[in-house]
């Protein structure tokens, strides 16, 4: 990936939110997620290799969308294929510091408020009986 283009195409792309961050109240791009497996330029012509967190993911084709959209913006790029390889299998692990952070964080915010425990439902389930 040593190329001229890489820092705008690492900007570009860190402006691609993961769906599900975003539903999460956490958006973190696809960088931050661990989603961008690589790139290779030739020419005027960008290849992006995505993965998603889940096989399952019905939000691949608006990520691989949402990035092409971005990176056709990068000065020098004419045109972009996206493709999600769906045999990478995505892990927390491949999170940047930053994303895992983030999300601990938001995670440690939302067991605060409203004074909600974790496995509270267990403590209700026993007086019901």
Not at 82 to 89: F, K, T
């Given at each position: 990936m040593s190329?001229i283009l890489?820092p705008?195409?690492s900007r ?7 769906p599900?961050s975003?539903g999460?109240?956490t ?14 330029v030739?020419?005027?012509?960008l ?18 969308r949402?990035?092409?959209s971005?990176?056709l913006?990068?000065?020098?790029v ?14 927390p692990?491949?999170m ?7 999300l601990?964080h ?7 408020l409203?004074d ?6 267990r403590?209700?389930?026993g007086?019901?009986q």
């Open positions: 190329n890489d705008e195409v570009a792309l860190s402006h691609v939110f993961d599900c975003i999460a109240n958006p973190l791009s696809v960088i931050d997620m661990g989603l961008v497996l690589g790139w290779s030739e020419g005027s012509h290849d992006v290799r995505l993965c998603v967190t889940s096989p399952c993911c019905t939000m691949a084709p608006n990520i691989a949402a990035a092409e971005a990176l913006q990068v000065p020098g004419e045109t972009v294929e996206v493709a999600i390889d769906p045999a990478v299998r995505w892990t692990a491949r940047s510091e930053e994303g895992r952070s983030r601990a938001r995670r440690e915010e939302s067991i605060h409203g909600i425990k974790p496995q509270q439902w403590a209700a389930q007086r019901a």
